[in-house]
């Protein structure tokens, strides 16, 4: 069986293809290790849906990615609170209304 890990020759920024065409779930990706993965992803082409519970935050986090990457970045939130089921059901809603597929979800929030 033939598997990649992480690290240096596992998946790395560096190591992932074009993503032109492809939507990219985030959950905390307003800040830290979630944003990082929001800018990799959008320099490779990708669009991404921010799940994040702050809309302040959000719109902020999208602002600093369209000054970096330009006012075309694709890059969207949707609010959802992982602690409210309720608002994950209508986040997931709303994603599927916007999003015509899903390629991952990132899980990043509440993960420590």
């Given at each position: 069986m033939n598997t990649i890990g992480f690290g240096k020759q596992g998946w790395t920024p560096e190591r992932l293809g074009n993503s032109a065409g492809k939507t990219y779930l985030t959950t905390g990706a307003n800040t830290g290790a979630g944003f990082a993965?929001?800018?990799?992803?959008?320099?490779?082409?990708?669009?991404?849906?921010?799940?994040?519970?702050?809309?302040?935050?959000?719109?902020?986090?999208?602002?600093?990615?369209?000054?970096?990457?330009?006012?075309?970045?694709?890059?969207?939130?949707?609010?959802?609170?992982?602690?409210?089921?309720?608002?994950?059901?209508?986040?997931?809603?709303?994603?599927?209304?916007?999003?015509?597929?899903?390629d991952a979800l990132i899980c990043n929030a509440a993960v420590a």
């Open positions: 993965a929001a800018r990799i992803l959008l320099r490779k082409g990708a669009a991404v849906v921010m799940l994040n519970r702050s809309r302040q935050k959000s719109e902020r986090a999208m602002a600093d990615l369209r000054k970096e990457l330009g006012a075309n970045a694709r890059v969207s939130f949707t609010r959802m609170d992982l602690a409210d089921f309720s608002s994950v059901r209508e986040a997931a809603a709303e994603v599927l209304r916007m999003v015509p597929r899903i």
